[in-house]
């Protein structure tokens, strides 16, 4: 895809679709969605709250929760589909080949146990250690994601650890079997702002070192530039644009990042008045025909309404808009249509 | 956004719409549990129009009818009396309809009266807290250590030695609906009191309260609608058991006396009977206590389920 | 400091301790003590007539208990609010206290718990209306909630409907509408929007800013978002522990910040800008509030904290048309320093 190197992709994710049958039929949540992500990577999944990107985490990681399920378009990691597994064979890969760090900490840890024992029963579930052995890696692993006191705080319970401490022991947890990736669902969101800065400070510095790819999850742009070397932005099930960070963050070509990116309140200019889109993500019920984001959207034409637009080479990045198309938005609608 | 045009769709359709409906919809053991209540219930409330006798008028009776077997299980039935008549002459059919009816009234009757009590001391303790909640609390543990039925009877047992046989035949029917009430409010209470206290710190009570409400008409009208679901659900279970519980106070003969029976009491004037091989005298009103009370827990049971989706 | 006229909101000393202890009976067995978390620990705000002060904090600050402690959800264990003159406190006639109510109204963070869910959107706005007794008639009323649901961007028709058939963003404009409905003159804002999406977010707050500028609103608005307080605010006051550390006027504290919790807050700030700034991560985390450090509660955590720092509380001193609350700035041993922003194409 874009910026990379002819290495193989670590992840790649194809047509992607996630559906939940309901009594009043059944919802495409994630829909057609297709990303790469390369060795050492860090792909960013942005996206306002329904658009379907911790769906599409759940989905690689394979926790959809039921009745959620995959259906259509194939996960691959190190080139073997990972998306077919049986749950025994899934849960193997989970741990050994793909860490999980969820948004709550309290939900990955178990509160009856000691985080060391936690940690050396991951360790042991996928390394061949002893006990012993076990136990210095879990100490190790502590120091590296910077607890103090590792060989104290081992013993400790979940209960003990503050916010910030506990994440970073989902974070050890997460890198016990060293997985070549780790998706990262909102891993700051419960955390302060002084706090979400370590975070990111040590998600970046453990990649580096192991050159573990990450697929971080989150809403938060502002996360998403910090840390990412790409970022797919997400509306209603689908890919909106995707492309090196640098580029979605300043010079957006799909008008819902451009709109985000204008709402964002920014430090450097004090505007009376906030870009604003109007509207909200329609409801996965009522995704209208044509482009999702057609009602919110001042540029849209005849086209937009009818023919639904796939990702194309729009600059830098790849966006899913007809503005970047050689037969454009179609016929101008007229003035009522555009300020319905 | 703004100018999308307002639905009011009409209470059927809303009701038909809802989740709820498709629940019931979708379990067949609960369609059948609401259709054998409602049999149930229309064919008791109906009793003076539907059944073939009058059993509790004395001037109807006729002692040569006494005793006389269920039509289809013996030669010498009487198609007069379908379910055979007992002792007394009276008609089994009638009855039970007539019985049926008084368990439902007082069965529903003292579901209110324990919901009332309830649902006001489980509000103020919840929404007030402090010492008038521990005290509450406490006084609703000190009745749990009793079961329902040692209470009923205490309550039974005090009105009896207060006023005479006579009076309290006349109001056998009111005593035993406070007797079952009384001891049936805790479960109310605590459940109310859990949820207000979940309610209260919602901030749609908390922009109440920056409006100057006062917690009387904060607690009626924001916190009392919202913590209706999880009451409904222990009334129906409750209804069961009260049921249950007058039919066992009124087996052990300090219920409904026997000029006015209820299901218990029919079953109670049986067993006296049973020896002699009269069994059904017993054993239809049996069935139909048992009936009852199994359509009615399967509602509540699947109404329960239905307000909880962490339950499933 | 500059004359900005009468305040017309003064709180003065205001404290609020919350006891967290034990039960009675647990406590006596167990030989425990009474423990109490000092939530707001002594605070000075004037706040003038048509301005936005906002307070910005991390969680456990204590920012929103100061929100309901000025809307009466708290009475404050020590200390005195006043409110264009009168004394919130004081003894006040019952229609007099409602009068003073009508004119200061909420607004919650979280729109999905703030309406309530058996209610109508109609009747939920017009409980304001009700309480005070502020329509005339039924037609009155029916126009004023009208009014309201325009006034917000909803359509009057929106009132038949209940709240969860709208979005997270309408929800918070029903909110408005309802703080709106007494004709209010100050809104607190509990953490409007940080429950929102940034594209509804930046809906909600131009609502806002358009809202105070055509009804002559005063806010004090509650956040842990920088970038949002210093969109929105005239002036701002940072917490820290139940303490305020630093109140500035807006570009004051985002240009040249003092107080060393100030300063590491603006770090944390994420550069959406890209110039290449890296957030620079402050070790540690907050204390508990049940045991604050000594002192300048900030110290554990202040690269220039001495020995004075660990054992004097620090005064609140006036410094630039603000204040702020740190010996190391009192005695001049840490330099102000000038910040500046990208400014994004």
């Given at each position: 895809?874009?910026?990379q ?38 792909l ?24 959620g ?93 503050s ?10 947890l ?32 453990l990649?580096?070192?192991h ?130 | ?29 609960t ?75 007082v ?77 049936f ?64 106070l009124?087996f ?8 006015e ?52 | ?10 709180i003065e ?138 006034q ?6 929106d ?12 929800r ?9 409905a ?81 300063r ?78 990208a400014?994004?194409?």
């Open positions: 895809m874009a910026a190197t002819n290495t193989p992709p670590l992840l790649e994710v194809r047509n992607l679709r996630v559906e939940f049958p309901t009594r009043r039929g059944t919802l495409l949540a994630v829909d057609d969605v297709s990303f790469e992500i390369a060795p050492g990577e860090v960013g999944v942005v996206g306002e709250s329904g658009a379907g990107k911790s769906l599409t985490g759940n989905a690689i990681i394979g926790l959809l929760e039921p009745p399920r995959i259906a259509g378009g194939e996960i691959r990691l190190e080139g073997r589909r990972i998306d077919n597994l049986p749950y025994e064979e899934m849960r193997k890969i989970r741990g050994a080949r793909i860490g999980a760090i969820f948004q709550d900490p309290l939900t990955s840890l178990n509160p009856l146990y000691s985080v060391g024992r936690q940690l050396v029963e991951t360790i042991q579930t996928h390394m061949p250690l002893s006990a012993g052995k076990a136990r210095d890696r879990a100490i190790d692993l502590l120091k590296e994601v910077g607890i103090p006191g590792a060989e104290m705080r081992i013993d400790h319970y979940p209960h003990q650890f916010g910030g401490m506990r994440q970073r022991v989902v974070i050890a997460a890198l016990c079997a060293g997985p070549r990736l780790i998706v990262a669902d909102e891993p700051t969101t419960a955390l302060d702002v002084s706090i979400q800065a370590q975070i990111i400070a040590l998600l970046k510095r990649c580096r070192e050159g573990t790819a990450v697929m971080l999850v989150t809403h938060d742009m502002g996360v998403i530039a910090e840390t990412a070397d790409r970022v797919a932005v997400m509306y209603a099930g689908r890919v909106a644009e995707i492309g090196p960070v640098r580029e979605v963050v300043k010079h957006a070509k799909h008008p819902y990042t451009k709109g985000l990116m204008g709402s964002i309140p920014s430090l450097g200019v004090r505007s009376e008045k906030l870009t604003q889109i109007d509207g909200a993500m329609p409801r996965l019920t009522e995704i209208p025909t044509g482009c999702a984001f057609n009602p919110r959207c001042t540029f849209k034409g005849q086209r937009c309404l009818v023919e639904r637009p796939n990702l194309m080479p729009a600059g830098a990045t790849q966006a899913a808009c007809w503005l970047h198309d050689a037969g454009g938005v179609g016929a101008p609608l007229p003035k009522e249509a555009v300020h319905a | 956004m703004t100018d999308r045009p307002a639905t009011s769709p009409g209470w059927l359709h809303r009701i038909t719409d809802s989740d709820i409906w498709w629940s019931f919809k979708s379990s067949s053991l369609v059948v549990a609401a259709v054998g209540t409602l049999l149930i219930v229309v064919i008791a409330f109906l009793s003076p129009v539907l059944a073939p006798h009058t059993p509790f008028d004395p001037a109807t009776l006729s002692l040569s009818d006494g005793l006389k077997p269920p039509v289809l299980l013996s030669p010498d039935g009487d198609w007069a009396f379908p379910l055979g008549t007992d002792d007394q002459g009276r008609d089994i059919l009638s009855s039970i309809m007539y019985g049926t009816r008084l368990s439902l009234v069965g529903f009757a003292s579901v209110v009266v324990a919901m009332t009590i309830g649902i006001a001391l489980g509000l103020i303790s919840g929404y007030f807290g402090g010492a008038i909640d521990a005290l509450i609390m406490r006084i609703a543990d000190v009745q749990l250590t009793f079961p329902a039925i040692l209470v009923a009877l205490l309550i039974d047992g005090i009105v009896r030695s207060v006023i005479s046989v006579q009076r309290h035949d006349e109001i056998a029917v009111f005593v035993i609906v406070g007797a079952i009430g009384l001891s409010w805790v479960q109310y209470a605590r459940t109310v009191r859990g949820s207000v206290m979940v309610e209260k710190n919602k901030e749609y009570v908390q922009a109440a309260r920056v409006i100057g409400l006062s917690p009387l008409l904060i607690m009626v009208r924001h916190v009392l609608p919202n913590v209706t679901g999880p009451v409904l659900v222990i009334a129906t279970i409750n209804l069961g058991l009260a049921i249950i519980t007058e039919a066992t009124s052990l003969g300090v219920g409904l006396p026997s000029t029976p209820s299901l218990g009491t029919l079953i109670r004037l049986g067993n006296d009977v049973l020896q002699s091989g009269d069994w059904w005298i017993t054993v239809f009103p049996g069935i139909t206590l048992a009936a009852l009370v199994l359509a009615v827990n399967l509602l509540g049971d699947w109404l329960r389920d239905a307000l909880n989706p962490k339950l499933r | 400091m500059p004359d900005r006229g009468a305040d017309f909101v003064r000393g205001l404290k609020r301790h919350f006891d967290v202890s034990a039960p009675w009976l647990v406590r006596k067995l167990e030989g425990r003590p009474r423990q109490v978390v000092q939530a707001v620990d002594g605070i000075d705000i004037e706040i003038a007539k048509g301005e936005t002060f906002s307070l910005v904090g991390e969680s456990g600050c204590g920012k929103s208990t100061v929100a309901r402690l000025v809307v009466g959800l708290y009475p404050p264990t020590a200390g005195r609010i006043e409110f264009d003159g009168n004394d919130m406190a004081g003894r006040h006639s019952r229609s007099d206290m409602a009068a003073l109510r009508r004119r200061m109204q909420m607004i919650f963070q979280d729109p999905f718990a703030s309406l309530n869910p058996r209610w109508r959107v109609f009747d939920i706005i017009a409980e304001p209306i009700r309480a005070f007794g502020l329509a005339k008639d039924k037609a009155d009323l029916e126009a004023r909630v009208g009014g309201l649901l325009r917000v961007r909803l359509n009057p028709a009132g038949r409907k209940y709240p969860h058939e709208f979005s997270g963003g309408q918070q404009r029903i909110s408005i509408a309802r703080a709106l007494s004709e209010p003159e100050f809104l607190v804002c509990d953490e409007p929007t940080s429950a929102l999406d940034v594209s509804v977010q930046a809906q909600i707050l131009n609502l806002m800013v358009d809202l105070q500028r055509r009804l002559q609103l005063t806010y004090l608005f509650i956040s842990h978002n920088l970038a949002v307080v210093y969109h929105i605010s005239t002036r701002v006051g940072v917490m820290y522990l139940g303490r305020l550390v630093e109140v500035a006027p807006t570009e004051t504290l985002f240009r040249r910040p003092k107080h060393p919790y100030t590491m807050l603006l770090d944390t700030i994420p550069d959406l800008d890209m110039t290449g700034r890296q957030r620079s991560p402050v070790g540690g985390e907050v204390p508990s509030p049940i045991n604050p450090p000594s002192g300048c509660s900030f110290h554990p955590r202040c690269p220039f904290a001495n020995d004075r720092c660990k054992a004097e509380r620090p005064k609140a001193l006036p410094i630039e048309g603000g204040t702020v609350a740190c010996h190391a700035i009192e005695e001049g041993r840490l330099p102000i320093e000038e910040r500046s922003y400014v994004s194409a």
